[in-house]
């Protein structure tokens, strides 16, 4: 079959560029263990409510010092729906869903996350101004979403 | 003597004809029209549905509307508005327009685009159908796994979607062929790539990303239907499956199509631009070149609607890099339809008063769009009525008010008739003032934290006065769309002939009388020029203000001076968009439907497949063959 001397060469030069991406690609996953950042942290959604990493549910404080709230997000609440922490602390934020996406936002600062059912999504903040801080999930999830909401109370710092 | 005279007659007899000549069309022309009704059509289905939504939320805890059907609406609204408005309005001027300026009597392969027609006429029957079903989708026009999954949402609306949308799939990925070969290969003589009108090389850039986009979403529905029909898991966390490769798999397509349905409406105002400010598109090699870089950088910047889903910070300083990358073609764009009107003598007609409205409303439009390119600051706004208010000022601000400038601009060479510009006015600003009641307070509510798809919220939250202000400004645009179909009634049964050439117009399509001939051309014309009919009649200059051509010089004959013969029409594409459908359908009624649809398939198929293209009885025009036998 004649081809073109042009088509044929575009044809070679594809040909070539993808095998030299799917060779860097499969270059960097097996020789460097390159993976995408992505949801490193995995979880069964069944055995959420069970699990040792969101017991008990709420704030905790952790070991060195730093705070850590454990939220579960299901249809169509938050557990737990009232959540206390200091002012100028460092919050880490671990969320996890038992049926379908949620959303996690806390209206007013930039602390918004999805809920992934499968997934632990975790995000660390610090609220510098003391006060209440409304809770919506803002990710369509079903017949009720409109209900789905939690308080967030941020006490002022201890002096 | 007036230009109007220039031309001959229109060819009304174009439109004439039964319910049969309409259904066995091929025609790019009568093609094109039928999917302009059908576009208005559910232009106002889509509306109504939006009207709804917006009474339910005008105060707080509204009763209008139970959730579930809330929720119908909101999923029906973004679906309507998106496959069955935007995509096929874009494609009514596309078909009718293309051909005639490129220089072509018709499209590559017109039995597959009456294919493509009927094929997105009866997948948009079907997913309307689930109303009278009783039971819509009601996951959202991006319906996110797993909440669309048998186990959260058993009932048929989602099955009613995805397959809809599928068959609606292949409507657009046969059309993108045809066009692309149409544009490809059947310019006219000395027409090169950079004498293309920007509409037309627009277009082309639309059909390259519809065939490159509609693969990823169509393998994600059908894992979708797959888990759904046939007890797969790839979307079902319990098992194993992942909700997150939805997302990417939808988003890969989505966003793509938002640049499907911006670049039709930025083909036309690079149009109108010129024509009504009497000078050359500023830039125009930059402006197409601006276009291939947005279609492409289109195709890196998908998981900018993921910066929630925690993809991680490298993911998403790549995919904010390449967003904000986007506006620097999209600025170039603005820049040089500004730089167009820039000391031209403006002609104020409804096409350049839509067309100005579009620069202008696609720039707010824009600016919260690379607000959101900002990772930080996307995380404040994801999800809340600010994305709301950002979408709308691009689709509705930016594709709605481009493709009306469209209409207007072409309103004369489609029917024949000028259509009334006081009522055009009036409907711009009716149109321009509502668009701005609804959508800009929305930024506000989204500011204030008011989160998207919600049915009520409670009074205590402030959100009431922005709300009941946008649901004033959605009536204002619905009075607006009123006055449009009105000014269109009146222009079709009492409008002043509009002659070939109303605008003074640079393309080839204005070289015609209105409407075309079924033939589109007597003679193909050879093209000098990116502005053939300016050349043809006011010579090599710049300066259009006095004319070099002896007026009344047509450019075309009345009669062709050659045989010609159109490919005569068919009846085997609807069957077989039929048969396709009732695939579609019988998924959802048993087994037997889908044979039956599968057999009404192939029979189309090879009818169509075996049918000489010009037969006993095709249209010809012009002088019989000579030596007569």
């Given at each position: 079959m004649r081809v073109d001397p042009y088509e044929r060469a575009w044809m070679w030069a594809s040909a070539v560029m993808i095998v030299a991406f799917v060779a860097t690609i499969a270059y960097g996953a097996v020789t460097q263990s390159y993976h995408p950042p992505s949801h490193v942290e995995t979880i069964d959604p069944k055995q959420v409510w069970s699990s040792p990493s969101f017991q008990p549910l709420g704030v905790v404080e952790r070991a060195d010092g730093s705070i850590e709230v454990r939220v579960i997000a299901h249809m169509f609440a938050f557990q737990k729906p009232e959540i206390e922490v200091p002012a100028g602390r460092r919050v880490t934020f671990r969320l996890s869903s038992v049926d379908v996406i949620h959303g996690f936002q806390i209206v007013g600062t930039n602390a918004n996350t999805m809920v992934m059912p499968g997934y632990v999504s975790e995000f660390t903040t610090v609220f510098e101004k003391p006060g209440e801080y409304l809770i919506v999930c803002n990710e369509y999830c079903g017949l009720s979403h409109h209900v789905m909401h939690a308080k967030l109370i941020v006490t002022p710092r201890a002096r | 003597m007036s230009v109007r005279a220039m031309t001959a007659p229109g060819h009304e007899s174009l439109y004439s004809g039964g319910m049969r000549s309409w259904l066995t069309t091929v025609d790019h022309k009568r093609i094109g029209v039928l999917y302009g009704i059908s576009a208005l059509f559910y232009f106002v289905v889509g509306g109504v549905e939006a009207l709804i939504i917006r009474l339910q939320l005008a105060s707080a805890d509204g009763t209008v509307v139970g959730a579930d059907t809330f929720n119908q609406l909101f999923t029906m609204h973004g679906t309507t508005m998106v496959f069955l408005v935007l995509m096929p309005l874009s494609a009514a001027l596309f078909n009718y327009m293309i051909p005639l300026m490129i220089g072509a009597?018709?499209?590559?392969f017109p039995r597959l685009n009456a294919f493509s027609f009927w094929t997105f006429l009866f997948g948009s029957l079907l997913l309307n159908l689930s109303f009278l079903v009783g039971n819509p989708p009601d996951a959202g026009w991006f319906g996110y796994a797993n909440l669309t999954s048998k186990q959260y949402n058993p009932g048929m609306g989602i099955d009613f979607w995805l397959l809809s949308v599928q068959i609606m799939g292949i409507a657009s990925i046969a059309s993108a062929v045809n066009f692309t070969v149409t544009i490809l290969n059947m310019r006219a003589h000395g027409m090169s790539l950079m004498r293309m009108p920007l509409f037309v090389w627009m277009a082309l850039i639309v059909q390259v990303l519809m065939l490159l986009a509609f693969p990823p979403i169509t393998v994600a529905f059908i894992y979708l239907m797959f888990d759904r029909f046939f007890g797969t898991h790839f979307y079902i966390p319990d098992a194993g499956g992942t909700p997150i490769l939805w997302q990417h798999l939808f988003w890969i397509f989505g966003h793509p199509e938002v640049y499907i349905l911006i670049l039709p409406s930025f083909g036309v105002v690079s149009e109108v631009l010129p024509t009504f400010s009497r000078k050359p598109l500023f830039g125009a090699p930059f402006m197409i070149f601006s276009g291939i870089l947005i279609g492409f950088l289109g195709f890196g910047v998908w998981s900018h609607h993921m910066f929630t889903t925690g993809l991680g910070a490298v993911a998403d300083t790549a995919f904010s890099l390449a967003t904000m990358l986007i506006a620097i073609p999209t600025g170039v764009k603005i820049f040089n339809w500004i730089a167009t009107l820039w000391g031209g003598h403006i002609h104020f007609k409804t096409p350049l008063y839509f067309a100005v409205g579009m620069v202008g409303l696609f720039i707010i439009g824009g600016l919260s769009g690379i607000m959101h390119a900002s990772p930080p600051v996307d995380i404040q706004q994801h999800d809340t009525y600010f994305v709301v208010a950002h979408l709308h000022y691009v689709f509705f601000g930016g594709t709605v008010f481009g493709l009306f400038a469209g209409i207007y601009y072409w309103w004369p060479k489609i029917t024949g008739r000028m259509i009334g510009e006081g009522l055009g006015k009036l409907h711009f600003w009716l149109m321009f003032i509502g668009m701005n009641l609804t959508f800009f307070p929305m930024h506000f509510l989204g500011m204030d934290g008011m989160p998207r798809r919600i049915y009520t919220y409670a009074a205590d939250l402030g959100w009431e006065r922005w709300n009941l202000i946008a649901t004033v400004g959605a009536f204002v645009i619905a009075v607006s769309v009123l006055v449009f179909f009105v000014n269109a009634v009146r222009s079709v049964r009492a409008g002043e002939p509009a002659g070939g050439d109303p605008w003074d117009g640079a393309t080839l399509e204005w070289t015609m009388s209105s409407p075309p001939p079924e033939y589109n051309f007597a003679i193909v014309p050879v093209v000098n020029s990116a502005r053939p009919f300016w050349l043809h009649k006011f010579g090599p200059t710049r300066d259009i203000s006095t004319r070099t051509r002896e007026e009344g010089t047509p450019p075309q004959p009345d009669t062709p001076p050659e045989r010609i013969d159109l490919p005569s029409p068919s009846g085997w594409p609807i069957l077989a968009a039929l048969g396709l459908s009732l695939v579609g359908g019988g998924a959802l009624v048993g087994l037997w439907l889908v044979l039956v649809g599968v057999a009404v398939l192939v029979f189309g198929v090879y009818r169509w497949a075996f049918q000489p293209l010009e037969r006993l009885g095709h249209p010809t025009f012009g002088p019989a063959p000579g030596g007569g036998r």
């Open positions: - | 009597r018709d499209v590559a």
